[in-house]
C-alpha cells in the first residue's frame, strides 16, 4: 500500500512529462493481452483510431505517447480489460471528455490508453425523470438531446466539455442552487471495479461506494453509465455581461453583493476578470435564471446597474447558450486551470477575498509577461463561483457528498486560467501559476479567509485535492478505496488523475 508523503500528488507524475519514456514493456505485454483476447477493440500505433484518439485532448499538454488505445464496446468488455492489464501488470489512463488540462491525468506514455468513445448510451427512462447517459458525451450532445423534450440535467455549463470527469469531480452548473453539485442528481453508477465486475452503485446496493463516487474523482472505478436526474428548463434567461475596464471595482462589489445573499434558487453567476496584455481588462458575468418569463430579475442588479460594454443575455435554450458559451473555448492551445477557495458569511469578508485575490493576480502580471510575448497567450482570466447556502442544502438533501462544504458558510471557488499557443512556455507558465497560487493563498491565509478545498474540475497537477474535503471525508475515501480495491489497482497501475491515497 502506497501512502505518499508529498504534498505535491502528482509531481512524479509531471517530472517524467520531458522524457521520452514512450515504450514500457508492461505496456507492451498489456497491449498484446487486449490484441488476444479483445481484438477489435484495440487499435495499435498509426492506426486510424490510434491517431484520432490519442489526439482527442481540450489542451496540447495533455498529449503523449500510449503503447496502444484501448475503446471498449460495453462495459462487460471493459471489465475484461481490467482484469487483463492487471494480470500484465500493464499501467493504463482513462478519458472521458479529455478536459482535465493535466499532463498524465487522463493519457500515458507507453501504457494503455482507454478511452470511452463507444459508451454512449443516451436515453430518457418512460417517465423522462432520469436520463441514462454514457461517459462517451459532451455536455453540449447531451443537451441538444434534451431540449426538444423541454428538460435538462445539471451539467457542465460549456458545451464541449466531457461528462464522466466533470460528474466524478463534484459539477458547477447552471441548477445548483435549486439542485446542488452535478454529482448530487445522480441517482445510479454503472461502474467496472477494480477486479473486474460490473456492479450498479446507488443509495441502497453500495451506499458507501456512492457517496464516495461524488466528488471521488477516478479512485474507485470506471464509470461507463450515469442515470441522473432531469430538470424541466423549457427556455432560460442568461448571458454574458461584460464591462470595462473603469467599472472592475464595481463589478467586483457586485459579485459580493450576490454571493452574500443567494436568495432565489433560479440563480447562477460565473463572474470573471479578462485581462489582455496589450488591451484594457474586461470584467464579465456569465448570467444565467432559469425561466422563460422572466429577464432581468432584481438579484441581477448589481452587475446590469454597471454601464455594459457587450451583453448577449436574452431568452434561449439551454442548448444554444452552452453552445455560445463554447465559442469562447479556443481548441489547440496550452492551457493551466488552478483552483482555490475564500470563505465568508458577510459582504466584507467576501469582499476581501475577492480584493486580495483580485489585487495579488494582478500585482503578479507583469511577471508573466515579462516571461511570454503577448502574442503567445491566447486567454488569461480569474473567475469566482459562488457556493452558499441554498445550493449545498440542495447537495444535503439529495443525500450528500465527498466534497464537505459547509452550509453555514458561502464559498467563492476562485479559478485561474492561462492558455497560451507555444509550448516552450510550459515551464515558466507552469512556475508562475504555482508561485501566483501560493502568493494568493498565503493572503487569504493571513486574512483568515481561506479554506483548503480546491475544487478538482479547476485544479492543476501540483495541487492537493482530499484533504481539503476535511479529515474526516478524507479518511472514508481512503477506506472506502481499500475496500473496493483492495490491491490498490485505482491508484497505482492508473496512475493518473487525483489520488485519495496522496496527501
Ligand atoms: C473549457 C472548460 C470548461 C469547464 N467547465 C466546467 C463547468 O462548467 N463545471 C465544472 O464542474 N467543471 C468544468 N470544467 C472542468 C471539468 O469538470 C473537468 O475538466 C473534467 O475533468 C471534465 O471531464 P472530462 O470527462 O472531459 O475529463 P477527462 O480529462 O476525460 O477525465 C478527468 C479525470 O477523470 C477520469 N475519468 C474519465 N472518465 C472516467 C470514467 N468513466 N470513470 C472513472 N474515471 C474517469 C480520468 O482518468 C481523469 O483522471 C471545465 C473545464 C474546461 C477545460
Ligand atoms: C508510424 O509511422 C511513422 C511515420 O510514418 C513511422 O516512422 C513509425 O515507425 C511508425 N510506427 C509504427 C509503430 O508503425
Ligand atoms: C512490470 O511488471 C513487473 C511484474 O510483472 C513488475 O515487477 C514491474 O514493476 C512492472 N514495471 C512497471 C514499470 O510497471
Ligand atoms: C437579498 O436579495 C433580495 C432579492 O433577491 C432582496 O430583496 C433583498 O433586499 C436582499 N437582501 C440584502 C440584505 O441585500
Ligand atoms: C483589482 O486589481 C486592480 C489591478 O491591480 C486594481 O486596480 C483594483 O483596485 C483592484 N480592486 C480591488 C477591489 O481589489
Not at 163 to 184: I, R, S, T, Y
Not at 328 to 337: A, Y
Not at 431 to 450: C, F, M, P, R, Y
Not at 465 to 471: E, L
Request: charged share 15%.
Amino acid at each position: 500500500m502506497r501512502i505518499a508523503s508529498t504534498a505535491l500528488p502528482l509531481a512524479g507524475l509531471l517530472s517524467l512529462a520531458g522524457s521520452s519514456l514512450a515504450t514500457n514493456p508492461n505496456g507492451t505485454y498489456g497491449c498484446a493481452a487486449l490484441k488476444d483476447n479483445i481484438p477489435n477493440s484495440v487499435f495499435e500505433r498509426n492506426s486510424t483510431v490510434y491517431n484520432d484518439e490519442s489526439n482527442n485532448f481540450w489542451s496540447n499538454t495533455e498529449i503523449m505517447s500510449p503503447e496502444c488505445v484501448f475503446r471498449p464496446e460495453s462495459a462487460t468488455e471493459l471489465g475484461q480489460a481490467i482484469k487483463l492489464l492487471r494480470g500484465s501488470n500493464a499501467q493504463f489512463a482513462v478519458r472521458g471528455g479529455g478536459h482535465m488540462g493535466i499532463r498524465g491525468s487522463n493519457n500515458i506514455d507507453g501504457g494503455v490508453l482507454i478511452v470511452m468513445s463507444k459508451l454512449n448510451t443516451l436515453k430518457l427512462n418512460d417517465d423522462q425523470s432520469i436520463l441514462h447517459l454514457g461517459p462517451s458525451h459532451r455536455w453540449g450532445e447531451v443537451y441538444s438531446y434534451l431540449q426538444p423534450y423541454g428538460l435538462a440535467v445539471a451539467g457542465g455549463r460549456l458545451a464541449p466539455v466531457g461528462v464522466p470527469g466533470l460528474l466524478l469531480a463534484g459539477g458547477v452548473n447552471f441548477f445548483g442552487n435549486q439542485v446542488g453539485w452535478g454529482c448530487d442528481t445522480v441517482v445510479n453508477y454503472e461502474v467496472v471495479l477494480a477486479d473486474g465486475s460490473v456492479v450498479e452503485v446507488n443509495k441502497d446496493s453500495y451506499p458507501d461506494l456512492f457517496w464516495a463516487l461524488k466528488g471521488g474523482s477516478s479512485n474507485f472505478g470506471l464509470v461507463t453509465r450515469f442515470d441522473v436526474q432531469t430538470i424541466k428548463a423549457p427556455l432560460v434567461w442568461a448571458g454574458s455581461y461584460t464591462v470595462s475596464e473603469e467599472y472592475v471595482d464595481d463589478f467586483l462589489k457586485a459579485i459580493a453583493t450576490f454571493a452574500a445573499n443567494i436568495t432565489d434558487p433560479k440563480t447562477h453567476i460565473v463572474p470573471a476578470l479578462v485581462p489582455t496584455p496589450d488591451s484594457p481588462t474586461l470584467a464579465s458575468a456569465i448570467l444565467f435564471y432559469d425561466s422563460a418569463d422572466t429577464s432581468y430579475p432584481e438579484v441581477f442588479k448589481p452587475f446590469t446597474d454597471i454601464p455594459v460594454y457587450a451583453s448577449t443575455l436574452g431568452f434561449k435554450t439551454l442548448s444554444d447558450f452552452a453552445q455560445e458559451l463554447g465559442q469562447m473555448v479556443v481548441d489547440d492551445i496550452n492551457d493551466i486551470f488552478v483552483a482555490g477557495t475564500v470563505k465568508g458569511t458577510t459582504y466584507d469578508e467576501l469582499y476581501q477575498g475577492i480584493s486580495i485575490i483580485n489585487s495579488t493576480f494582478f500585482e503578479r502580471l507583469p511577471a508573466l509577461y515579462a516571461q511570454v510575448p503577448a502574442s503567445a497567450i491566447s486567454t488569461i482570466q480569474l473567475d469566482w463561483q459562488p457556493i452558499g447556502k441554498l445550493w449545498l442544502e440542495a447537495s444535503a438533501a439529495a443525500g450528500g457528498n465527498a466534497l464537505g462544504l459547509d452550509s453555514s458558510q458561502v464559498y467563492l471557488a476562485y479559478a485561474e486560467v492561462v492558455e497560451w499557443t507555444d509550448s516552450q512556455y510550459d515551464d515558466v507558465v507552469m512556475q508562475w501559476v504555482e508561485e501566483t497560487t501560493d502568493a494568493i493563498n498565503a493572503a487569504t491565509k493571513s486574512a483568515g479567509l481561506h479554506d483548503p478545498f480546491n475544487y478538482i474540475g479547476d485544479s492543476a497537477g501540483f495541487q492537493s485535492i482530499f484533504p481539503g474535503y476535511g479529515a474526516e471525508n478524507h479518511q472514508r475515501l481512503v477506506t472506502i478505496a481499500q475496500k473496493y480495491d483492495p490491491n490498490a489497482v485505482f491508484q497505482s497501475l492508473m496512475p493518473g488523475g487525483f489520488k485519495v491515497f496522496d496527501n
